[in-house]
T-cell receptor, first 115, second 114 residues
Framework: AQTVTQSQPEMSVQEAETVTLSCTYDTSENNYYLFWYKQPPSRQMILVIRQEAYKQQNATENRFSVNFQKAAKSFSLKISDSQLGDTAMYFCAFMITGTASKLTFGTGTRLQVTL | DVKVTQSSRYLVKRTGEKVFLECVQD?????MFWYRQDPGLGLRLIYFSYDVKMKEKGDIPEGYSVSREKKERFSLILESASTNQTSMYLCASSEHRGFGTEAFFGQGTRLTVV
């Protein structure tokens, strides 16, 4: 069974600063995908960024980037130039290739961006 | 834009009632999912379906059943609601199978069983 661990239940960052959210996972599979999803107070879950395990290059989407360390089974999310709209729950998620796209989620990190 | 619509944002039901949570997606996605979200536990998969009339158990199927009679609609059924089923329920859909495709979520139904 796959597990995803987010060890930071809550974090806070000042506007315009950089913050890193941690995620580790455990699997014996070699082909998989990793995701970060964001859930703002509106409850609408949206995809932030996706990483394919076979790609060594770290994924980047504007102010969001990941540090993917496959050997260490680590997948952290870096948010640069934090904005008030980044305040949300962030979930790390894992998907094995070829399993009907089932996602296994971590417990989430609540991020508060302050002035 | 993909839209996943859940029939209710808030629902209050009595213990022992049969409860139906409805989810409709408008992008012809093959896959549909029901997750339960609880504080400190994240999202846990209850049931999923990758085709009409097909269903598979997720990690916590006990006390739940599902129905998928049409491709766009996936219903979660609580046969006899209990207080430990008070939670946030999220429906999601995605296309294809296992190729890292994005899951699109509804806005959730916060169910309270009293």
């Amino acid at each position: 069974a796959q597990t995803v661990t987010q060890s930071q239940p809550e974090m806070s960052v000042q506007e315009a600063e950089t913050v890193t959210l941690s995620c580790t996972y455990d699997t014996s599979e070699n082909n998989y995908y990793l995701f970060w999803y964001k859930q703002p107070p509106s409850r609408q879950m949206i995809l932030v960024i996706r990483q394919e395990a076979y790609k060594q290059q770290n994924a980047t989407e504007n102010r969001f980037s990941v540090n993917f360390q496959k050997a260490a089974k680590s997948f952290s999310l870096k948010i640069s130039d934090s904005q008030l709209g980044d305040t949300a729950m962030y979930f790390c998620a894992f998907m094995i290739t070829g399993t009907a796209s089932k996602l296994t989620f971590g417990t989430g990190t609540r991020l508060q961006v302050t002035l | 834009d993909v839209k996943v619509t859940q029939s209710s944002r808030y629902l209050v039901k009595r213990t022992g009632e049969k409860v139906f949570l409805e989810c409709v997606q408008d992008m012809d996605h093959e896959n549909m999912f029901w997750y339960r979200q609880d504080p400190g536990l994240g999202l846990r998969l209850i049931y999923f379906s990758y085709d009409v009339k097909m269903k598979e158990k997720g990690d916590i199927p006990e006390g739940y059943s599902v129905s998928r009679e049409k491709k766009e609609r996936f219903s979660l059924i609580l046969e006899s609601a209990s207080t430990n089923q008070t939670s946030m329920y999220l429906c999601a859909s995605s296309e294809h199978r296992g190729f890292g495709t994005e899951a699109f979520f509804g806005q959730g139904t916060r169910l309270t069983v009293v």
